[in-house]
């Protein structure tokens, strides 16, 4: 039962206005179940654009998009978002934040308190419960908006460059977390960034896109052996992957 | 701010001046400037106001001294000892509490409207092009132009007052309320969509508390509003409260009585405020960390 496919078909989404703007053009993309996808672009290439329409935030202008076979029409908890800035709720502090999701959907409360209270020591915040949002750094938040998430068991989590604005430092112990769960959790996970280190670490497959109008010009498995971890940034066969996207990214020294 | 602060203070020195200044803490130091710096020009209004109303002749007597209006309040507040014809003698607690009791009602109608209504109005689409014409529309009819309106309807009765004071909080609740709904951040109704809460929960729980601060924006203005109703309403719609009092007082030549009460309405407009201000405090926990920390 623990699907979580993705199907875009054909999908276009453009943007009305004074100004049309076509965002995305004939996107294909299939995604398994359990299986970890990359999309890599620069900014404005929409793939942020793609992940709001797979999340119900906005609707497709052609084509056809089914989350398990199903036509997605609006956001819901099988398909867990995790924001660049978090999005946390700053007047609920992280506990009140990670069992919001369980909580409005009238789970039952010794259930979800139970699966918030593990899931905040999975983290690393069990000590943190009582605190406000804004008493936190950057990537405390992003770990808050990750539990929140996963309190509500979603078939598939897209994340919206979620370490995009963190340093160095701590994107990688994220994106160590990151591969942590999913490794032990397996559940399907769309995952936006510009960084391209991030994307060949993470993912089983990058799509690679270029912008106006936004399509995935690329697609390239990454069949480095799992479990991975951040030490994995650092062998030969990552830096090969690098050094071919790169090229395929036209990612040269050379004024653009 | 501490005595020693020479580079070269001894020890025993140091600990001498920490024992004679330890009655307060330093932040009870920082307080206590703040209030005396605060009182200092209310002070020099009126020793100069009394400086210059001794001779009897401040503009043609008709002003009275301070030492007058203390006195005016002291009966009006206490009554007098022995027989007195004095109307007011007495009768401040009284009048201070029809006021108040206006406000009050007034205040509370304001905000059980103008929340709802400003939330449905910043929210929901339909529900602004439904309300919020007719509000901007009512909105420049000055509260003292009700006036006629209210005691043709209500007659010289509270209802009358009570609706003036609603009017007039009314609006800059609704405005204000409507501007915070409108301001909310997307991503946080994202956030509540996606975690599977409907609408009437993302009002409630999402738009509601990320509203408040502009709410309470609302509800400091229209407090003050409220205020200006009541002594306006009471002058000419009912027969009791602190602006009956100030009407009747002024007409009778009780410009002693007529100061006290001004001096009685400013008090109570600070202290409500200061109530409001706590509460907001108290509500809005989580904003005061986030602006002390960006």
């Keep these: 039962m623990t699907m979580g496919t993705i199907a875009f078909e054909n999908v276009s989404k453009t943007f009305s206005g004074q100004t049309e703007v076509r965002a995305l053009e004939a996107i294909n993309l299939a995604v398994g179940e359990g299986e970890f996808v990359a999309l890599l672009g620069p900014s404005g290439c929409g793939k942020s654009t793609l992940l709001n329409l797979l999340a119900g935030f906005e609707n497709t202008t052609e084509g056809t998009l089914l989350f398990d076979g199903k036509t997605v029409t609006r956001p819901g908890p099988d398909r867990g978002v995790v924001f660049q800035e978090a999005a946390l709720f700053p007047w609920l502090n992280v506990w009140q934040n990670v069992i919001f999701g369980p909580q409005v959907q009238g789970a039952p409360r010794a259930e979800y308190e139970k699966k918030a209270r593990n899931l905040l020591k999975l983290v690393g915040l069990e000590s943190f419960a009582e605190a406000l949002p804004v008493q936190l750094s950057g990537g405390m938040r992003q770990r808050v908006g990750i539990a929140r998430v996963l309190a509500m068991s979603p078939r598939a989590l897209l994340m919206d460059e979620p370490f995009g604005s963190l340093d160095a430092q701590t994107r990688l112990s994220m994106q160590q977390l990151l591969l942590d769960v999913w490794q032990s959790l397996g559940t399907t996970v769309l995952f936006v960034t510009h960084d391209i280190d991030e994307a060949i670490l993470l993912s089983d497959r990058i799509c690679v896109m270029s912008a106006r109008p936004g399509k995935i010009i690329r697609t390239i498995p990454i069949t480095l052996p799992r479990p991975r971890s951040i030490a994995s940034l650092t062998t030969a066969e990552f830096v090969a992957y690098k050094a071919r996207i790169m090229s395929d990214m036209k990612v040269s020294a050379a004024p653009v | ?294």
Excluded: C
């Excluded at chain 2, 905000?111 to 309300?131: C, E, F, K, T």
């Excluded at chain 2, 991503?187 to 599977?196: C, E, K, P, T």
């Design chain 2, 1 to 294: 701010m501490s005595i020693s602060t020479g580079p070269i203070a001894s020890k025993p020195a140091s600990s001498a001046s920490h024992l004679t200044w330890s009655i307060l803490s330093p932040a009870g130091w920082r307080n206590l400037r703040q209030i005396l710096l605060a009182v200092v020009l209310p002070a020099l209004v009126i020793v100069l106001w009394q400086w210059a109303g001794n001779g009897g002749s401040l503009f043609g007597g008709v002003l009275p001294t301070p030492d007058k209006v203390w006195q005016a309040w002291k009966v009006w507040a206490f009554g007098s000892s022995g027989l007195s014809l004095n109307p007011y003698s007495g009768t401040w607690l009284a009048n201070l509490l029809f006021s108040a009791e206006r406000v009050g009602k007034g205040f509370l109608a304001a905000i059980l409207v103008a929340v709802p209504v400003g939330l449905a109005i910043g929210w929901n689409r339909i529900a602004s092009g439904a309300l919020d014409p007719t509000v901007q529309l009512l909105r420049p009819i000055p509260i003292t132009a009700w006036l006629p309106f209210s005691i043709a309807v209500f007659g010289i009765r509270d209802m009358g007052a009570v609706f003036l004071i609603a009017l007039g909080a009314f609006y800059p609740i609704v405005v204000n309320t409507a501007q915070g709904a409108r301001d909310i951040e997307r991503n946080l109704v994202r956030a509540a969509m996606m975690m599977g809460a409907g609408r009437w929960t993302i009002l409630r729980r999402v738009v509601l508390p990320a509203s408040l601060p502009s709410i309470f924006t609302g509800l400091r203005i229209g407090l003050g509003i409220a205020w200006t109703a009541v002594i306006v309403a009471e002058m000419v719609a009912v027969k009791s409260g602190l602006g009956y009092v100030l009407w009747d007082a002024y007409y009778v030549g009780r410009m002693d009585v007529v100061i006290a009460d001004m001096a009685t309405i400013g008090l109570l407009g600070l202290i409500s405020d200061r109530v409001i201000l706590l509460i907001e405090r108290w509500v809005l926990a989580w904003r005061r960390l986030q602006s002390f920390q960006s």
